[in-house]
Each structure stands twice: as structure tokens, then as C-alpha cells.
């Protein structure tokens, strides 16, 4: 295996460059008889989108989905589900100028090393806008997840120094959409909105954090021991470009918490077993217990720079690169459909892989 | 798969329950012609073992790896690896208080909601005594990365709120492993120990931090998209019972970075491309860039306390568990090798992954 | 894994029905660096096309492969290669008569109970328009099979009760598609020409049998024990629609062999062991021993008659179904380069997952 | 993947070479809850074992199969079913004299050519030992598929020349088990037993036929388009030691038959539909159609002689092989239960394969 598929049961396989003709994947194992909402669909496809707020860099990509196969009269028939979105922004001689630099910080050296031969052209499969696929994929299975009553919930927790402090009480999807760096706090919005502005005239770029609630998940999903809950998660979090940590409850403010204060305690109200505490974070064991699953996504800074750069080129030579162009200062709230649509393929797929646990009764 | 194997090329699928009848597994994927060499497997058994050294506790097993299949003459023939590790400790009746019991932040209450059934005794297969089986399968990882002068190297860089506060200069293992909390800093290994000490005596239990550094790792490894390197890395960690957290090289720190900060600047010596700084971590756009790999990971603090809970039981209704028995306080130390054996797995796993990644000239 | 891929090391994934969009498919694996000789695929694809000879059915379908990513300045890059026909043949009315029906040895039934929903336009995903993406995936594994000097040459060995007597001595493809049944010896050829024209003018169906031999594997290939070179093979086959038996060597015949009739002498010329007989089919163990690999494919015949059949509805009726529009009687001759393809598959995944069987010295 | 694992959900890994310390396996994917009959398992262990009857070969082997993982208080608890079995006849210098041989139709040169190493003790790994894994993880699939009263029943149907004309009309799993030959019709066992007979005192061997019927399975098992329900029992027979043909329903026959004489027609009778006729024995699309599934598998004859045979070396020297000790004259028989192991594993992963194929209503 090659590397370009994701999950088991509910499966995506992608393809694609930056600069090719197009974009797309392949979801095996979607359940028939599921209800397609293709607005919700491409809804998604527009969170994710460049170019829609005055934050972000001003390349227009319509990044319409382009279904293929595996529906039929509006419902899903258990086939496989192929999928492209054309690329629009092909002007290929805009890169030569980088056909033999090693960027810094990019994936220029490594694909020519591992590969011997790379397409350059704006990062070619390194690129972020293969991300679009997994937003594509990842709809169809918050539609599976929607029908079981689960959903996903995330913002942007920092960027650069700016932290939002506190998990709001009430999770409202509107709160998020309506801040331009999907940060539902408004004062911490603005804050972050402005620390922008000062970095993008510097010329320099920010990473950030981003929050992930999963609500009404049932008890049950992970597969012990290696697929764990968390440890599904944290894979497909770091499959993510420019993602540098991951975290699940307390992480790694655990490591310096007393057991006493860190163990959930249960309870039971009404003949439902909860946690008092949620620091697991929603799993214990590596299986959701069925309390929110909570976890955190680091993102380092951009690396292409509006500033020059020092670098070498494939000879060994050192050159300098220039900053120029338009390019994102911060892609962090550009991630959060990203990651969402990430947690909901983890879920959709331990969802499936539950079924046959144990013998009906 | 329900999630028992770990691994694509060289594969890694365990078995067993802390009381049962054994431990064990089948690496599948090892090259023939691998010397084994049993006493370096022993070794690093023992390393993992509980109760070899004054801070953690008593229980004595002797952890005797049995080779069943897959050497011949003292070399591996590219057939199966099947090992078991018999256990020791099975006085069953010690665990009927907890068998209809479910403690705090333990796996008790997941499994019984995905299984229906459990076996209660020692934790069953949520014990970490399954972790025994991947220091086995790491140990001759270990041994394939050595013929090609791979190294893993890992510390405790966190117990409690004690921080290691620097990466030595010199990494040597005998600094690791003459510390009993396996710090290579002696000032804070002694106030790590002292913290422990404090803790035990108070009933209480404590989390921390391991640092781990690859080195001589060629540039290439790691499989895009959805394999990246890092991405495989921190599923096996998220992987190992009570992690909470990975990051890579920045990791979390990267959010509050500025680009011209983070961004790791080539240069070319005699020929070798490096980079000057190693925020990245070792890994551009998936994939290993000939530099240290280095991570981290946040583990909670032991889940069982010497001090009495209140929990509840099958039927819902509200217990007290005892604090009783001798239990580790931090286990963060002995998680070292497991930590190393998971990060021996996946670097082999990629390292024949990578095979055939281009055309031979 | 919902059953749309092929291969674990070079991965075929596809994807389409009959009379949706387009069919398609992702190839992950193929090493970087192989040039692409798009004209190649493009006459594999023709070999495998309807309509292209007198017997054949009339239907016209351009089946042009538009590559989308995976190639860069004429060769491959490592990643994944996104490929799609587009159907030209969509009327989807012409089916409306068969919504409900289920047509008798079609898959009809099967799909129904399966999932609750049907394409139901020209078989969907159960059409033999599937296996176009498996010629085109076929084609660039033979590409990669050629620069290790591999050959596959196949050809139609029975139609009906036409039997070719002997392998010809000389494999010469041309003698192959000079056939309009892809039968290199002319008198048979002709004979199972007049046997389906006859049996077209009587509204009838044939089946028959393919015969293909790999040329030139290197000894080693095929993964023991259940990944034998010659079960990937019959898995592969028996993928193919219509398939309904396959033999390796001496096959069915072995039967009724003696031990001393049947085992294969080893020789040994100029360094070189061989066998003086090849009962084996090129396979011991599960491994290719460097002989040729050869095996034989049964077809049951076309299930779509010319002629009026009795059968039952979705509500248990009983119906009518009516034997009109044009059909193949005889689909084997089209099947060779499927045939082809689907051995193409197995060995650049056998021999690609070789490499790391053993330490290099 | 280094092909000693099978299946995707439902999921067997095994080890061990015939003369090594143990064989075993894991079983990883089986739904917790499952009622263990070790008294069953046991007698299906003795079905495979040699030297149970006076038709096959002297060696006593106990093979007991020793679990150590999976079951708690009789049930499977959803955790992975590790089990060995100790090899008891480990003499290993009676092998020396083959140590730099290449035995004619073995495995001995391939594995040598692959691996460049070989356990030569019995055959190694390639040994048809391995088997008895197989029977002991079928004979827990055969428990889970009962649960859903699913059966399977096997039989000798051909014995050198020697043929079973007709399937029985009753199929009684007594009729095959007291027979020697495990074949139902009296008359065509003793003549098959005295082939065997004659054939043993020519230093001679045998190959033959297995009949397979597998009742009972509900339609909607197998995944198309790869993993078709006969593609999987095809590579499941495929890898069986020795076999080298695989048919379903009517096979090769079906080349000769036209449409009109094939096609099984639709019926239903008290709302159940079935089919007159069942020449896709039971598989339609690759999905089971709840007809009985049939299917056949061709060994070849034992390679083993009693006879002496020219070979050659390791350093490619001619010499020759004395035909001597005691061995099977044919192994069929003895396969009967392993090709029902293989069968239920292939039906109980597509039975856990099928579980979420369309949306619950």
C-alpha cells in the first residue's frame, strides 16, 4: 500500500496534483441507501475553498465535486463512489522558476529523494489541495454520521499567541462559520483577525490550533489495541500538511496531572453511566465511552514566505528565493472543515468495523 | 481487521490477556537472512519488566520470550516469526472484587459496552502486559534497522511537572538506562525519583513525557498522503495504553511560531543536503528528510490510586473501589522501550515500504 | 474493505456503472520513473472494446482513457494515477423494462438482496463495462513488467465445443489478434467462427476457455502461504464476470495423474536448474520457479439470449422476458486481454512485493 | 503483506514450519459472545491428521491444539483467539540428506531462490503441516456460521481415474466420514481404496478431486467486483498445498453448454425466490443467491515417491533421490477437512464483510 488510501471499512482512495488535470478519490463501503444531499456536499467543498473571505490568498478554484458513480435516483447503491474536481488554475509556467529549488520547509527534497523525478508545479501531490478529496469524502460520511445521530464540532483554538480560553458551553456551528478565523469567541476572533494583518504586512506567516468535538458518539467504536480510537484520529490528524501534534482529553497537560485528579469518575443518572470529569477525552481503552470526544490539532506556520529566503538547488547550490505572489499569512481556519472531514472518515469507519463485535443475540 | 496487527510490510499481529494463558504474536514480513540474536531480545524484555528496580512495582514476571518458527541456524528464513511469552501471575481470584466493577478511567466500562463480555482479571487484553509482545517484535525491528545503521534513542523528558529542560548533546544510551527513571540528566533524575517517591507516599500516581530521536534514518521514508511518516508514528504511539499526545519536531510549540522562525533552511556540504535547524523533525510533506526524526509523548498518570474511589458497578449502581495492593505510581520510565518498539515497527514497516518506490536505473 | 480493490502493493481501486457518468480508477504503487506509452494503452483498450470486429455486438464506445494525475513530462512520479472513461452510451430508457425484472444468471437478484436498490441501466456495476478499468490499470502494469523483460501472451483455447489441440510451439501475439477469435491456430479459428455464427442465427449463447502464459518471471515470485502466486492468479480470474473455473498446469487433468507421470525433473544447463516438464505451470510452493507460468479460464456462456425466457419480478410474478436488441453470443474472444490484465496485475504486485524477502548481502 | 494472513474481518494469521517448535495462528476478528466447543475443534483436527486410518502414512502427530488467548468462561470475548499446536516429531537429522536437494515438484528450489535460506526439516513451512492451523481457525468459523445454520459438506469426488458419477441426492456427513476415502458411495470408495492399494505397491502416487457444498448461506455474501464471493473461495483453494484446479457450479463445463441449456431460471414459491437449476452454483455477480454453493478443487498427485528419482543440487549437480520411509499414496482424503476450513473461513468473512452493506431502516 502505497499510501493514498484512508480506512478500512469506509474507505478513500485519492489522487491527484496540485496542477494536473484534476483531483479526486474513490469511497469504498458506503452503506447503500443513503440519502446524497449534494448542496450539503458542496457546502463543505466552500469552507475549505481559498479565496472566501478577505483572510485568505485571492486564488479562485470552484472545486466543484463532480459525482461519477455509486449513486443512483438520489441514494447511495453500496458501489463505489468515484469523484473529481477539475483543476482550473493550471498555468504551470508560473513554477519554473522552482523546477530545481529545494524550498525550505517544503516537500521539494524529500519527493525528489524518495521519487527521483517530482511535479513541481505548485507542489504538484504535496500540495494542500488534496485536502479538497478528503472534504469531499469526508461529507458523505457526516451524512452516515448524521443518520446515527452523531456530529462534529470544531474551530480554531489559537493562532499564533492568541488562545481562546475556554471551550464554549453551547456548541453552535454558526458561531464558528460567522468569525473569519472560525473562532467561535468573538473578542478572540478579532484579536486573531488583527494579528493577521500585522503578520501578512511583515511578510511573514502563523500556524495555529484547532478543537474537535465529536458529540453522540455511542459507546463502543475503536479497535483494540493498535486501531484504537485515538490512535485512528491521531493518524489521520497528521496526515494532514503542516499538522505538527495531536492531543486527545488532557494531552499532554496530563503528563503533569496527579491520578487523583485525572481519573473520570462515573456516575449514573437515570440508568445511563457517564463521567463526571471528561479528561479521557471520550475514550478509555482505546473505545468511545460515549461522553464527547475531544481532541486538538497543531498546525505549524505556512512555509512559503512573502520574504526572501536563502536555499539550495538540486546541484547543492545555494540560491535565494524569492518572496512573492499572494499567499495565505494563516491556513489554520481554512482547516477546520479539513479536520472535520477527517474525524468524521475515522468514525464512519469504526462505526462499520463495530458491527459483528459480538453475536446478536 | 479488528485491530490486532500492526504494519503493512513488516507486520506486527498480537495475542493475549494479562491472566491468561500466554502472550504473544507473528511478525509477518521479516527479510530472510536476519541474524537473531535472543540475548539483545532478552534485554530489552527486561527493560519493559516491571520490578526490576526500586521505583516501580513488585509483581515478578520473567517476561522469557519462547521462539516458536521463523529462524533457522540463527537466521530468519522470510517465514513467519511466531513467539509467546508465558504468564506467571495468574491467581485469578485476586480480581473477583472487580468483576462487575468498573474503575475510574480504566477500560473496564468500554469493553463490557462493545463486547458484552469481559475478562476482568488484570485488565484482560486493556493490560499493558500486552505491550510486552511489541518489545519483543520491536527488538528485531531493531535488529533489521541495525543493518542499515538505524538508531532510536528515547528518554523521559517529563515526570509530574519535573521537565528534562534540554535534548542532550550526546545521546548515549548508557546515560538512559543508568538513571532509574531512564532521564539522562542526573540532577533531574534525582528530583524526578524524589517527586515519585512524595507521590507514592501520598497514594497518588503521576504522568510525564518521553522524547524520542531516530537517527541515521536515510531521507525518503513515509508513504503520501495518508501514510506520512509522522502520521504512522503517532498512531503507534496514540497506540500504547494511558498516551494522550504526540507531537513532532515544534509540535505544539509550532502554533505560536512565525514561518521565518520555523522554516528549516537548507545547505549543502561535501554534497549532503541538510537542513540548519530541525523544526520539522526530521519529515517534509510525509516523508523522512535525512535529519533526526524527534517526537513526544504525553502519558496520563497511572489510572489505579493506593487511595479509595467511588465508581459504580454493571447494574449502575454506586461503589467504592479500595486503594489496595502495590501498583506502579508512574510508568512512564518502563514505557520507554515500548515507545522505542513502536517507533522500530513503523520505521521498518516504511523502510520496506519504500522499496520500489522508483524504477531501478 | 467493500471488494474495489485489487492488488496490496500495486492497487488497483476502481469505480462506474454500465450507464453512469464514467468508469475509473486509481492505480497506488506503480514505482516512479516508468515512462508511459500512452498509444499502448490506448490499444489494449481497443482490443478489449465491443463492436470492433463482425463478431461482436454493434454497440460503439469510444472507452478513451483520459488520465487525471499520476504522470509528469511522460513518467510516472510515485503518486497515485486517477484514470476515467466517460460513457458515451447512456440512454437510460432502454432499461426501464428490466427495473423490476430479475433477468435469469445476471446479477440482477443478487444486487437486490444485497443492498435494496439497483442500477438497474445495463447491469451497473455488475456489467462487464467495468472490466475497461482494468484493461487500462493492466496495461501500465505491463509497462512496468517489460522493463524486467516479462511477457504475457493469451489466446482462446475453446469455444463452445471447439478445442484448440495444442499450445503453439511459437507465441506469437500477432497470430493471436490476426484471429477474429483470438485463436492463433487459423483452422480452429475458423471453425469457432462458424460455430457462432450458427449459433447467432439461432439466438443462443457460448462460452469457452482462455489459456495465458507468462513469459520470463524470475523465479521467487508469489507469497507464501496463502498469497501463493497461483491463488492471487485464481482470485483474479474468478473476478472476472462469466469466469467459472481456473487451472494452473496440469490443472484438472493432475487428477488423474500418477506421481511419476506428473512431478517436473529438475535439469541443470550452464548454471541454470530448469525443469524437463512443466505440469507445474511455473509455480512451486506457491512460488514461480522461471519457467512459464501458465494457466487455463472457463467462461460460462453470455447470459443475455435472443430468444424469450421465463423468469420472476421484484414481487415474486412470474414474467416474460423478451430476447431483442443486439448481443455478443460469444464474449471470450474480448476477454483475452482482460485475462491479460488481471495476470498483469498479479505480477507487478508479486514482484513488486518480493523486494525486501530477503537481506541484500 | 507477506501473505500468511487470510481474510479481511474475520481474520486468520498462522506460523511454524513442520519441524520447528510449534505451529499456530491468531484469530483476529471473531464477534465476541461465541460459544467455543473445543471437543469440536479436536475432532476436526483429527480429520486432517495422518496416520488415522490404514490408508495413510505412519506418523503420529497428537496435534492438540493448545489455546492461549480469546475465550473467557467458554465464550469468545471479541479479542484475538491465539492458539499453537506442538510439533512432536522434530527428528531432524532424517532430513539432512535432502538439506542441498532439490526434491522434483517441491518447493525446495523455489524457496531457496526467494528467501536464499531454508528450513529443509519436512518441508519447512511449505510443509503441508500448516494446514492444521487452517482446520483449527475453520472449525471456530464453522461454530460462527452454524450460529447463522450455515453448513458445509465436503467429499471425495474423483480418485486417479477413479470418479464419483452423481452428487448424492442426501447429503450425510456420516456417509463420507465412514469411508476411508471420504467418499459417500460405497461402491466407488472400495474403488478408490483399491486403487490406492495397487498404487502403493508401485512406489506410486495419487491425485484426485474434492467436492464441496455449502448450505444454507444467505444471499447477499461476496463483494463484488474484486472480492466476488467465488474469487475469494478460489484463492482460498488455490492455497491449499497441491491443488491445482478450482471450479464453481459448472465449471469448465460451462464452456461447452450454450445460454439456453445454462441459464438457471427464476422461480418463487411461498414468496421465496429460488432458481430450477443451479449451474452458477449458488453464486451470481459474486454475490450468493441462497442456493447451495458448489464448488470443486483438483489436486495433483503426491510428489513423494516411493521410487527413486534424478534431480539436482544446490550446486546444480545431478544425483539421485532414493525413494524410502513411509508416506501418503494420496493426501486427499485427508484434505476433505481442509478444504471446509478454507470454506468457512471465506463464508465467514463475507458473512462480517456483509454487515453494513445497506443502511438499517
Same mark, same amino acid.
Given at each position: 500500500m502505497a499510501g493514498n488510501t484512508f480506512g478500512t471499512r469506509f474507505k478513500l482512495t485519492t489522487f491527484g496534483e496540485s496542477h494536473g488535470t484534476a483531483i479526486g478519490g474513490i469511497i469504498d463501503?458506503?452503506?447503500?441507501?443513503l440519502e446524497i444531499d449534494t448542496a450539503f456536499i458542496q457546502v463543505e467543498m466552500e469552507r475549505r475553498r481559498p479565496g472566501h473571505d478577505k483572510i485568505s490568498s485571492a486564488r479562485k478554484e470552484m472545486d466543484q465535486v463532480e459525482f461519477l458513480s455509486g449513486f443512483f435516483e438520489g441514494k447511495t447503491t453500496g458501489t463505489p463512489i468515484g469523484f473529481m474536481i477539475r483543476n482550473q488554475d493550471q498555468k504551470s509556467t508560473d513554477y519554473n522558476h522552482i523546477k530545481d529549488t529545494y524550498r525550505p520547509s517544503h516537500a521539494d527534497y524529500t519527493y525528489d529523494q524518495k521519487?527521483?523525478?517530482?511535479?513541481?508545479r505548485g507542489g504538484g501531490? #504535496?500540495? !494542500?489541495?488534496?485536502?479538497a478529496c478528503r472534504v469531499a469524502a469526508g461529507a458523505i460520511a457526516k451524512l452516515l454520521l448524521g443518520k446515527a445521530n452523531m456530529e462534529i464540532y470544531s474551530f480554531v483554538s489559537q493562532i499564533g499567541a492568541i488562545q481562546l480560553k475556554q471551550i464554549p458551553d453551547i456548541l453552535d456551528p454558526k458561531d464558528v462559520e460567522s468569525s473569519p478565523v472560525r473562532c467561535p469567541d468573538k473578542k478572540t476572533s478579532r484579536d486573531m483577525v488583527k494579528l493577521i494583518e500585522k503578520t501578512r504586512s511583515e511578510g511573514d506567516t502563523l500556524g495555529g490550533i484547532i478543537t474537535c468535538v465529536i458529540r453522540? #458518539?455511542? !459507546?463502543?467504536?475503536g479497535e483494540p489495541v493498535f486501531d484504537k480510537l485515538e490512535a485512528e484520529l491521531a493518524k489521520a490528524m497528521l496526515s494532514i500538511n503542516a499538522v505538527k501534534g495531536f492531543e486527545i482529553g488532557?494531552?499532554?497537560q496530563s503528563a503533569a496531572m496527579k491520578g487523583s485528579e485525572h481519573n473520570d469518575i462515573f456516575t449514573n443518572t437515570e440508568g445511563q453511566t457517564s463521567t463526571l470529569t471528561n479528561f479521557s477525552g471520550g475514550v478509555q481503552g482505546g473505545i468511545s465511552n460515549g461522553m464527547d470526544i475531544i481532541f486538538r490539532v497543531a498546525f505549524k506556520p505556512?512555509?512559503?514566505?512573502m520574504s526572501d529566503q536563502v536555499s539550495v538547488d538540486r546541484s547543492g547550490k545555494q540560491i535565494t528565493l524569492q518572496g512573492k505572489g499572494r499567499h495565505d499569512v494563516c491556513v489554520v481556519p481554512r482547516a477546520v472543515p479539513i479536520v472535520e472531514a477527517m474525524a468524521a472518515l475515522v468514525i464512519a469507519d469504526l462505526y462499520l468495523r463495530n458491527m459483528g463485535a459480538k453475536i446478536s443475540q
Open positions: 463501503g458506503c452503506p447503500a441507501g521519487y527521483g523525478i517530482r511535479d513541481y501531490r #504535496a500540495s !494542500a489541495r488534496e485536502t453522540h #458518539a455511542p !459507546a463502543g467504536l488532557s494531552g499532554f505556512v512555509a512559503t514566505l
